[in-house]
């Protein structure tokens, strides 16, 4: 397969908070919002090139629907991981693991969003890992 674009599409519970973080925190591009009667919210932001995060707020995110947090996670490679990690510490975002270097070839670590997804953010050390990586 060679996909154009690979979006994640995710509910959440407090639309502005999401927004607020993965816009204003994590300095992702809005590409377009909207917010449709009886629709309710979404937006589409671009994490880089071909690749986008598309939020949805109530009512496409149920109220009562259990928590979006578990089973998958959101892996952003970085050209500086410290540097992420101390802005990301310095704006009280939840870590979930701090700063790791990691056998395959990669420094790490992890923050949860506002829906409990976990994040985390990594930059390859390993110049035979980054060759497989593409």
Do not use: C, K
């Amino acid at each position: 397969m060679n996909a154009l674009e690979l979006r994640l599409a995710m509910n959440v519970r407090d639309f502005a908070r999401s927004v607020d973080f993965y816009e204003t925190l994590l300095g992702m591009a809005r590409i377009t919002a909207w917010h449709d009667e009886g629709e309710g919210p979404g937006i589409i932001l671009r994490i880089g090139p071909g690749r986008t995060l598309e939020l949805f707020g109530a009512p496409y995110a149920e109220p009562d629907a259990p928590p979006v947090g578990g089973g998958f996670a959101i892996v952003i490679q970085v050209d500086d991981v410290d540097a992420w990690h101390d802005r990301l510490t310095a704006a009280d975002v939840p870590i979930a693991r701090g700063l790791v270097d990691n056998p395959w070839g990669d420094r790490s670590f992890g923050v949860v969003d506002p829906d409990g997804v976990r994040i985390w953010f990594n930059q390859v050390t390993d110049p035979a890992y980054a060759a497989q990586l593409g």
